[in-house]
């Protein structure tokens, strides 16, 4: 990971470094004139020999011309005179012409069209590799194209700064472009590798690296201004162009050649083949031909590379078509939705150049008139390009509304894939949807044949509703908004909401909304409704296998129906507290706050008390029933002080004694997971209820002591005892109430029951559980709050 890391700090670091040197390079371009004078040393004397066409010079001299000083030096103490026998740079120039002496300034010289096309070029290559690069990070080939992309962006950048004598822009121009084909080669045995499997010898690709490094040792000395620059500046142009020449055609015999070998079995590389050997063909061999070849053998060139480059710029945009096909690789949605955004832009870019045209036709020129349309046209393109990324991040800024609206749908979606009763659809849904949209209350209605059903939030008049259901002017009323979630044979849901607290009702935008939440509270009710008549189905199961037959094929029924009855326990006990106690305890305070406020007489006073007194009782016993129901010290204090607080309480209320006496090793419990201590605690409750019921005792003994491998659970009384059973173990079966609802849990933690009688009243039961190691094959989910 750390080497990851490094290693994208290295290629960002490197980024930066290159961005800035392209950034400087443009600076020259712009701000500086190109000139295009090549002198000639003549009896001493620098004379013009010969002037570019795309220069600016050719305005103000002439072939033959004597320079006698540049910026006030000497032509042979300027540094582009030293370095390459040419004037690139400069802003005053003495010269003699016909024996008179002339003084020309360059100071106010604007860009010409041959300064501003290569921008655009690199703009373009840059824009291919940036979204080659980030839209596929995982692709060492795409990473490969996307530098090769990165190297036309340079060569182009380059060519202004290069023209214009700067040393640093001649290096890189001369050695990017013996390195953009080698690059090229890269890219493919990557391809082929990555796409078809094809592994390749790498030798070739490592002796063209290994040319262009001593290329480039070689080329150092541009930096310098010593005799060393124009020695090695007399050769080293061929060089690099004999170095592309040779690659490209070497790139062109490659793919013939693994055309042959792997292509033609395999249809998918044989058009990727054909398609980059034609694009390479095309692109490459007017520049090759035309320019470069003529310059190696004659010195000069049939057609200016200025021109012949411009096909260079069919070879990204051919690649750019066989991605937007996805043929290279699947981003072709991201082409084609740029290259669309360019066509819309062509109107709007159109009508701005127009419209500068006409305001500035006085002052306004071709190269400034096609800026302003190129610029119009890449601005309007990227921003429709992004504008789905913009109108996302400004979203919360410009439509807050739609904004708040949409986070509220992600929320309650989210939270309708927990809900299974209606409660929780109440708490969970209703709530959040009354909060988000600012009204009075909302209802969930569901009208069954035999009845209707309605749960609701905030202030709703219920019995309203219903009656305005059941005489069909629900949808017509003004001041609900009714809305059908979905209707089956079975039942019709309906979605109510009241109006806002502004007494108006929801806006049209707000209404849509709430459309779309009805989809998704649409599969939640229909998922309550099958979870109601699956408990209903399971129960009815439950009752009708046999107690010793089918033990282990029951085992996951056990298990759904304890985590059943384990939700709903805790369910019931959170109501309970939710409502009874808190009605209880209000109910406390206004009395107490009666007895405070009025005078009474010593009888009603004591009246009152004693009413105090019997709400304390209740409370007290709705809370001993919510720890039954929900045994959460369980998961505070441990399985063996929660049952000896529980068996203390009881003992005011059972008829006999109750002994606890935790054994050696009882503590071992403790390290079991939380299902086992709560079956275990619903095995002694049962066992305890069953003895206040049945057994008649004065005593009863609980005992509980543990092995390494085993747990222990002893119960004795002195009762009347119970139904004579075979001694033994035996292989516990069944699941119901009472007693055989124990065994159900014993079997479900792979324990067994022994139950030993002798001669007389009272009744022994040793119960063994397997401690964690065991197989214990049961994780309840009904876990919260315990």
Not at 17 to 30: D, K, R
Not at 112 to 137: E, H, K, N, W
Not at 561 to 583: K, P, V, W
């Amino acid at each position: 990971m750390r080497r990851m890391q490094m290693k994208n700090m290295r290629i960002y670091l490197s980024l930066s470094v290159l961005f800035l040197v392209m950034g400087w390079f443009t600076y020259i371009t712009v701000t500086r004139p190109y000139l295009g004078v090549y002198l000639e040393q003549n009896s001493q004397k620098w004379m013009i020999s010969e002037l570019e066409e795309k220069g600016v010079a050719k305005q103000f001299f002439l072939v033959g011309d004597v320079v006698l000083s540049i910026d006030g030096q000497l032509p042979e103490e300027n540094q582009f005179v030293k370095n390459w026998s040419r004037i690139d740079q400069g802003k005053s120039f003495e010269i003699m012409r016909n024996q008179e002496i002339l003084n020309i300034s360059l100071d106010n010289q604007r860009m010409t069209l041959y300064d501003f096309t290569p921008i655009i070029q690199s703009l373009v290559c840059l824009l291919l590799a940036g979204i080659v690069f980030f839209r596929i990070p995982n692709s060492p080939s795409a990473q490969l194209l996307a530098a090769v992309f990165l190297a036309g962006a340079v060569i182009y950048i380059s060519q202004g700064a290069s023209i214009r004598g700067e040393g640093l822009g001649k290096l890189s121009i001369e050695t990017v472009l013996t390195i953009l084909p080698i690059l090229f080669l890269h890219f493919l045995f990557s391809f082929f590798e990555e796409k078809g499997g094809v592994s390749l010898s790498l030798k070739p690709l490592k002796l063209f690296y290994v040319f262009a490094i001593i290329e480039f040792v070689f080329r150092i000395p541009y930096l310098f201004s010593n005799e060393w620059t124009s020695f090695v500046y007399a050769f080293s142009p061929n060089a690099s162009l004999a170095l592309f020449v040779i690659t490209v055609f070497y790139n062109m015999i490659f793919l013939i050649y693994f055309y042959f070998k792997h292509g033609r079995t395999r249809s998918y590389l044989a058009s990727i083949i054909k398609s980059i050997w034609y694009s390479l063909f095309v692109s490459f061999l007017p520049i090759i031909s035309l320019s470069f070849v003529p310059i190696l053998f004659t010195g000069s060139h049939l057609i200016n590379s200025v021109h012949t480059s411009w096909f260079l710029l069919l070879f990204p945009a051919s690649f750019a078509y066989l991605i937007a096909s996805d043929q290279l690789y699947d981003i072709g949605l991201v082409f084609r939705r740029f290259l669309f955004g360019c066509l819309l832009a062509v109107v709007p870019a159109s009508i701005v150049t127009g419209l500068f045209s006409a305001l500035f036709y006085q002052s306004a020129t071709k190269q400034m008139i096609l800026f302003v349309f190129g610029s119009s046209l890449v601005v309007l393109a990227l921003m429709l390009y992004s504008m789905e990324y913009i109108i996302t991040r400004l979203e919360p800024t410009f439509f807050p509304r739609k904004a708040m609206l949409k986070n509220s749908l992600k929320k309650i979606s989210k939270n309708l894939s927990t809900v299974s009763t209606m409660r929780e659809m109440k708490d969970i849904f209703l709530a959040d949807i009354v909060q988000t949209l600012e009204v009075r209350g909302g209802a969930i209605v569901s009208q069954y044949p035999d009845g209707v059903e309605t749960i609701a939030a905030g202030e709703v008049d219920v019995e309203e509703v219903q009656s305005l259901l059941a005489e069909k002017e629900l949808f017509e009323s003004d001041q609900y908004t009714c809305l059908e979630i979905s209707r089956t044979e079975e039942f019709t849901h309906y979605l109510v909401m009241t109006r806002k607290r502004t007494n108006v009702l929801m806006s049209r935008e707000e209404q849509q909304w709430l459309g779309l939440i009805t989809s998704y509270l649409e599969v939640s009710l229909e998922n309550v409704h099958l979870i109601r008549t699956l408990t209903v189905k399971l129960q009815d199961l439950s009752s009708r296998f046999s107690d010793e037959t089918s033990a282990a094929e029951f085992q996951w029924f056990r298990k759904v129906m304890f985590e059943l009855q384990e939700e709903e326990r805790i369910r019931i006990a959170s109501d309970l507290h939710d409502t009874t106690m808190q009605d209880l305890f209000f109910l406390k305070r206004r009395f107490a706050a009666l007895m405070e406020k009025y005078v009474m007489n010593r009888e009603d006073k004591e009246h009152l008390d004693n009413i105090l007194k019997f709400v304390d009782l209740i409370n007290a016993s709705l809370r001993q029933s919510c720890f039954e129901l929900n045994p959460h010290l369980l998961r505070e204090i441990g399985l063996i002080a929660t049952l000896r607080q529980y068996l203390e309480k009881e003992a005011y209320m059972a008829p006999f004694h109750i002994h606890f006496e935790p054994g050696s090793g009882a503590g071992r419990i403790e390290q079991e997971p939380l299902p086992t201590k709560r079956h275990l605690l619903r095995i002694v409750q049962e066992l305890l209820n069953n003895a206040k019921k049945h057994s008649e005792a004065s005593r009863v003994s609980f005992r509980i002591s543990a092995t390494p491998r085993e747990f222990h659970l002893i119960y004795e009384d002195d009762g009347i005892g119970i139904r004579p059973i075979e001694p033994g173990t035996r292989e516990i079966g069944g699941s119901g109430i009472g007693m055989e609802q124990m065994k159900g849990r014993i079997l479900l933690m792979q324990g067994s029951l022994r139950m030993d009688e002798h001669p007389g009243p009272g009744t022994h039961m040793t119960i063994t559980i397997p401690l964690q190691g065991q197989e214990h094959d049961f994780t309840p989910t009904a876990q919260n709050g315990s």
